[in-house]
């Protein structure tokens, strides 16, 4: 069984903190992972991906994987009241690029106040 | 509009019935996906086409589904016989697959609600 868990939250931080978002998988095949943002009532965004151990950093934001552990997680850092939104965790757990499968986590409510 | 554009954003059906959803996806891509998301939950893996070609099938995918893509451009879902638990928002993305099947770009979805 492939699964993506996250906490649900919600998550309440102070603007200009930092936001830290977790993320586990079942799978060690695994070899893609993403983080989508998703405001209430739109569509999911991509907002970060990963493929390889280590951190990797765009902007305010900085994804980290630990493939030994089995985790995800993304940091945002002076985080605004505009990053309000769900995080949604997801990943690929097919080999190879031929098959594009997302299994989605069930997302982390991340509340921002000013 | 250059985006993923899906039709018709709301859809009111009685149980029993059938309800057909549209989807097109922006131009350039070739891979085009159908999730289901429902509150509070991360979305689904229905299906997904590769050009005209549906390559995969979620086993949670029940017979009273299909889905088409003719001549690899928009594509229908269809959900027949529609039950109470088939309510939920229907998203349609599309990915050019020079960058990974991965990166999916979303439309704003169809939301059915099963009376």
């Known amino acids: 069984q492939k699964e993506v868990e996250q906490n649900s939250g919600p998550l309440s931080v102070p603007e200009g903190a930092i936001a830290s978002l977790n993320c586990t998988y079942s799978d060690r095949v695994s070899q893609s992972f993403f983080w989508y943002r998703q405001y209430s009532g739109k569509s999911p965004e991509l907002i970060m991906s990963?493929?390889?151990?280590g951190d990797k950093e765009d902007g305010r934001f900085t994804a980290q994987l630990n493939k030994a552990s089995q985790y995800v997680s993304l940091l945002i850092r002076d985080s605004q009241p505009s990053d309000s939104a769900t995080y949604l965790c997801?990943?690929?757990?097919?080999?190879?690029?031929?098959?594009?499968?997302?299994?989605f986590g069930r997302g982390t409510q991340l509340t921002v106040w000013p | 509009d250059t985006g993923v554009s899906q039709d018709p954003r709301h859809k009111i059906t009685k149980r029993g019935q059938n309800v057909t959803f549209r989807c097109d996806p922006i131009?350039?891509?070739?891979?085009l996906y159908w999730y289901r998301q429902t509150l509070g939950q991360g979305p689904e893996f229905l299906t997904y086409?590769?050009?005209?070609?549906?390559?995969?099938k979620s086993r949670l995918l029940s017979d009273r589904f299909s889905a088409e893509r003719p001549k690899g451009s928009f594509s229908t879902l269809e959900i027949q016989r529609t039950e109470q638990g088939d309510s939920a928002m229907y998203l349609c993305a599309s990915s050019p697959h020079r960058d990974g099947p991965e990166k999916l770009f979303f439309g704003s979805g169809t939301q059915l609600s099963v009376l």
């Open positions: 086409f590769q050009n005209e070609a549906q390559l995969e």
């Open positions: 131009s350039e891509h070739n891979r």
């Open positions: 990963i493929y390889s151990n």
């Open positions: 997801a990943v690929t757990f097919d080999r190879g690029s031929t098959l594009g499968r997302l299994y």
